[in-house]
């Protein structure tokens, strides 16, 4: 599933991307999905690149839009598998438009957010989803925007599935997605990763294996966490199934009214 003979991937060392490609790829081995229709589609950042060393069909596409790309490619051929590899400023600022209307609409998409926190490849500024008071270069004090969660949003919007894991909890995170292949409908995955080098050294959060272990001490599964109290809950996060709703698809909701117009004659 990766491709062969490519020139060397431009990752960081020790950047989770490859980790989060990783598991992607073994939830389309669990799933398997026909490498002949199954689409890898991207926009444009770190994690973007990872459709360029992916042995698919792939599209790596204009920075935000990779979510209208993909719908453009289910609506013309739904039976296709497609899945969107985007980051946190990918998905929620320059294309946060894409993504509240790719949730409404339910398109039968399978969206996994690289998380780092930041923009990485363009460098390093604040993202809507860079913590208060973490530094940027755009935020060389520490950021003073209020990041939002991408999973409340995404349910909020009308997402079907959504659901969080990280690159310390690689089997969880490749049964997370893999759940969301299953789901017929847009299913979001926000994939929490590492990214050492324009959010941690800033941030002095030492290198990958701290970053990971910091992951390990703070991400709780979704039913242990709803048991926590409210005051042990601030540093934490929930990961595992968050939210799944059963609400028909858009490819198909479109088939109907096509059918009832009579087949659009
Ligand atoms: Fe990874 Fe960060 Fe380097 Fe980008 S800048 S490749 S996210 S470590």
Not at 70 to 83: D, M, R, S
Not at 242 to 251: P, R
């Amino acid at each position: 599933y990766f491709r062969q003979n490519r020139l060397p991937h431009l990752w960081c060392p020790g950047c989770g991307n490859g980790i989060v490609m990783k598991a992607i790829v073994q939830a389309i081995e669990k799933k398997n999905l026909d490498q002949d229709k199954t689409i890898i589609v991207s926009g444009i950042g770190c994690s973007s690149r990872a459709s360029g060393y992916m042995n698919f069909d792939t599209l790596h596409t204009a920075h935000g839009r990779a979510i209208p790309f993909a719908t453009g490619i289910k609506l013309a051929n739904p039976e296709l598998n497609v899945i969107v590899i985007t980051g946190d400023g990918d998905c929620t600022a320059i294309g946060g438009n894409h993504f509240i209307h790719g949730c409404r609409r339910n398109v039968d998409l399978t969206v996994i957010l690289f998380n780092n926190n930041i923009y990485g490849m363009t460098g390093g500024q604040a993202s809507p989803l860079t913590p208060l008071t973490k530094k940027a270069t755009t935020a060389p004090y520490g950021s003073i925007d209020r990041p939002f969660d991408p999973c409340d949003l995404a349910r909020a919007a009308g997402a079907t599935y959504i659901a969080r894991s990280t690159a310390f909890h690689v089997k969880h995170l490749a049964d997370m997605i893999a759940q969301g292949m299953d789901n017929d409908g847009f299913s979001f995955i926000e994939a929490i990763t590492q990214c050492p080098i324009s959010y941690g050294r800033k941030n002095k959060l030492g290198d990958a294996p701290a970053m990971l272990k910091w992951m390990s001490e703070h991400a709780v599964m979704q039913a242990a966490f709803d048991k926590l109290p409210e005051e042990k809950r601030e540093d934490k996060f929930p990961i595992g199934i968050l939210h799944k709703a059963s609400t028909t698809e858009y490819t198909t909701a479109y088939q109907k009214v096509i059918d009832l117009a009579g087949g659009g004659k």
